[in-house]
């Protein structure tokens, strides 16, 4: 599981608020028409998600160039889906965070921590955006390993140019040990929501229930302004704001962080058993996360 996954997976359990909301019913010939998910996941290959996984993986040959459709070529993408156990209400996809990291990876593990209405209402449905583990398995292993064991500081002018140059080589590095494949330009956003509409038209869905995380959230506010007809309800946690640059974005960031920081700290000089504990502060700039730890007489408590 991705770090920046860790750091939002708790709030997979705030879902349980949302599963008893009534949704605007679709056409009942249109449900009435629609086949069994399982009969469905079937005639697209349906097969067990690896690592003893509960649930079905189809992957599908998408365009690779969803805009131009004199490109015939192709992109395998593959998606997972848990059929719900009891009268279904329609399709629950959750989009992860990252970008890059695997969904399907994560798909049993957040499940789990579903209020359990939603699986036996809804098919639950995780998927590998294009280029990602089981949608082609882009990675640049020693590329990356060299990245991070850079110094990831910039105090100073000297180090923030030996950061940015880094990143640069990082950038190099990792396209060449990728061999630079064609996809390289067709793997954004963009293209990847394109990639859920299509899969939502195979599964036979009018509408579909989205809920994105940290990442996610850019991508569901994307296919919203796509196609949001097809939605029956958006859940974003931990909003991107898509109107800001990168810079500014992680300005925000770093003072939300620190923000969060001192208003926990302030709460604990409130709290008379907390006060008299000795706080270890440490952040995770990779992970993005604080990690709080409390200790009391040398003894971890938190």
Known sequence: MSPIIRCVFTAALLLSSFAAVPEPRTPILNALARPGTEKILKQLGGRPCPDGSEFTCVTLAMPLDHFNRADARTIPVTFAVLPATGQRKGMFVTVTGGPGASGIAVADSYTSAFNPSLPRRFDIVFFDQRGVALSGGLTCPEAAAAY???????????????????????????????????????????????????????????????????????????????????????????????????????????????????????ACDDDRACAGDNISVSVDNNSQCFDVTLFQANRKVL
């Open 148 to 266: 991070y064991q850079a110094d990831g500081r910039a105090e100073t002018p000297r180090l923030e140019a030996a950061l940015k140059q880094a990143a640069r080589t990082f950038s190099q590095d990792c396209v060449s040990e990728l061999g630079n494949p064609d996809s390289l330009p067709y793997l954004g956003t963009e293209q990847a929501v394109e990639d859920l509409e299509r899969f939502r038209q195979m599964m036979q869905d009018e509408r579909f229930w989205l809920y994105g995380e940290s990442y996610g959230t850019q991508y569901a506010q994307t296919y919203a302004a796509r196609h949001g007809e097809r939605l029956t309800r958006l859940i974003l946690d931990g909003t991107v704001d898509l109107t800001l640059d990168g810079l500014q974005f992680y300005a925000q960031q770093a003072q939300a962080f620190n923000d969060t920081l001192v208003a926990a700290l302030h």
